[in-house]
């Protein structure tokens, strides 16, 4: 009767004996994890048809403590932000590098108190096997909390304070500091900024390469005049400035719905764009390329932000030690400037 007892299944450990790898290689391999030889890959997979050998998805949750998935975590105040254009190309870039790697993507938003709560739950129990954070203004507990997690955790873009460990961000002082300098080459003296919400490090950037840009030209910058990143922020924004420095003529919006909302207001206005003032944006999104006139900005690569962070946070899940990257970004002119 033993002939009938059911055939044993092979082990990683035999895989990568036949293959002549250590076992952590042929995980690695049988992971889909990068930076592994052509030849110890090919070794490997050899092993495994010759052995017949099947991963066993639960067996591997169970031995590895991974669950399978990886969170993004976007600390903001509005359900609605998943659905605007910016945190929809980073879902997409992050998506597709996961699914290379075999997660899935969880979204969570750290919109309220509880919200907050919740995600701080997941860092401490291990309910994903990494997290990357994403929008976190000064003082947000989460980063503090993510710092102490005992999982990956890569952050998109740098939040305030000490830089973290891991993180993806742009150059967003030098793509503001290019803006700048195309208003003032067009002649422009002057130039003034709408930033973003001055307690985020992004907006704070920006608005460092905008005054860097205008003190090498020898110009007075004006004081940042904050909006909120959105298009009717941008055009309240606009508007007061319009009222106390009435003589403005170019304009830096540190993102493209808030320059949409200062062509409003210009127009509004009576000013022309660009004969009067000139305007640039930043982040290239479509938005940008409908606008009247068609609003030149700074590309960043949103797309590939989203895809490096989970690419980041995948070389973390399987022992790597990536370092931080930062993306370069251009100016596409456009006829508003």
């Known amino acids: 009767m033993a002939g009938n007892a059911p055939r044993r299944q092979p082990t990683m450990d035999e895989v990568a004996g036949l293959a002549g790898v250590s076992r952590s290689v042929a995980s690695r ?13 090919e070794a490997v997979e050899r092993a ?53 790697a075999d997660l899935h993507l969880m979204l969570c ?36 909390t993510a710092e102490e997690a005992e999982m990956p955790v890569v952050f998109g873009g740098r939040p305030g304070g000490p830089a973290p460990r ?72 606009t508007a007061a400035l319009l009222t106390q420095h009435p003589q403005v003529d170019g304009v830096f919006a540190a993102n493209d719905n808030m320059g949409v909302g200062a062509l409003r207001t210009l127009r509004e206005a009576g000013r022309l764009v660009p004969d009067d003032v000139a305007v640039v944006g930043f982040d290239d999104l479509a938005v940008a390329q409908v606008a009247d006139p068609p609003l030149t900005t700074v590309h960043q690569p949103i797309r590939a932000l989203g895809r490096e962070m989970a690419r980041m946070l995948v070389a973390l899940v399987n022992g790597q030690e990536p370092t931080p990257l930062i993306l370069p970004t251009r100016l596409v002119i456009r006829s508003s400037s």
Not at 29 to 41: D, E, G, M, Y
Not at 120 to 144: H, I, K
Not at 208 to 237: C, H, I, K, N, W
Request: hydrophobic share 40%.
């Open 48 to 100: 495994v048809r010759q052995l017949g050998y099947v991963r066993n998805p639960t067996a591997r949750a169970l031995a590895t403590r991974q669950t399978g998935a990886a969170a993004l975590v976007v600390s903001g105040e509005d359900p609605s932000i998943f659905a605007d254009p910016f945190f929809a190309q980073v879902i997409v870039g992050a998506s597709a590098a996961l699914e290379e």
């Open 109 to 144: 938003l750290a919109a309220s108190e509880r919200g907050r709560k919740r995600v701080e739950e997941l860092l401490r129990s291990r309910g994903a096997d990494g997290v990357m954070l994403m929008a976190l203004r000064d003082g947000d507990p989460l980063a503090r």
């Open 29 to 41: 391999v049988l992971n889909n994890a990068p930076h592994v030889s052509r030849a110890k890959r």
């Open 166 to 237: 891991w993180y993806v961000d742009v150059d967003n002082a030098g793509g503001a500091r290019e803006a700048t300098e195309h208003l003032i080459s067009r002649g422009r003296t002057r130039v003034a900024a709408i930033c973003g919400p001055l307690d985020t490090e992004a907006a704070r950037a920006r608005y460092r390469g905008y005054r860097d840009a205008m003190l090498a030209a020898g110009l007075r910058p004006y004081p940042p005049r904050e909006g909120d990143f959105t298009e009717p922020g941008g055009a309240a924004a």
